[in-house]
């Protein structure tokens, strides 16, 4: 069982930047698959970005392409998603999570969830 904690949301103005971190409870944390993925009020669970088990490869949504980057640091057991130019469209609560097998990009593929951290952007 992995345990994921986020942290690092929070309340900014359009424009700004916030760092989210998630920390993992299980060694060896590198062999997991990991994403962020962000669901706002009243929609679906969408994936924002996710990286691969040494860190070497990443993938983002068009939406957040040259703004948001993920990272991990797999001695700390914890991946990182630095949000810059944040806008009001991007106000959701951001999960991280743990894939267990099937398509990246669904969360149904994901065994292992975070319990969320507030992202809220101000115009």
């Known amino acids: 069982q992995v345990q994921l904690v986020e942290s690092g949301g929070g309340l900014v103005q359009a424009g700004g930047s916030l760092r989210l971190s998630c920390a993992a409870s299980?060694?060896?944390?590198?062999?997991?698959?990991m994403a962020w993925f962000h669901q706002a009020l009243g929609k679906e669970r969408e994936m924002v970005a996710n990286i691969n088990w040494s860190g070497s490869s990443t993938y983002y949504a068009d939406s957040v392409k040259g703004r948001f980057t993920i990272s991990r640091d797999n001695a700390k057991n914890t991946v990182y998603l630095q949000m810059n130019s944040l806008k009001p469209e991007d106000t959701a609560v951001y999960y991280c999570?743990?894939?267990?097998?099937?398509?990246?990009?669904?969360?149904?593929?994901?065994?292992?969830w975070g319990q969320g951290t507030q992202v809220t952007v101000s115009s």
């Open positions: 299980e060694r060896p944390f590198s062999r997991y698959f």
């Open positions: 999570a743990a894939h267990a097998s099937g398509s990246l990009s669904r969360p149904s593929s994901y065994d292992y």
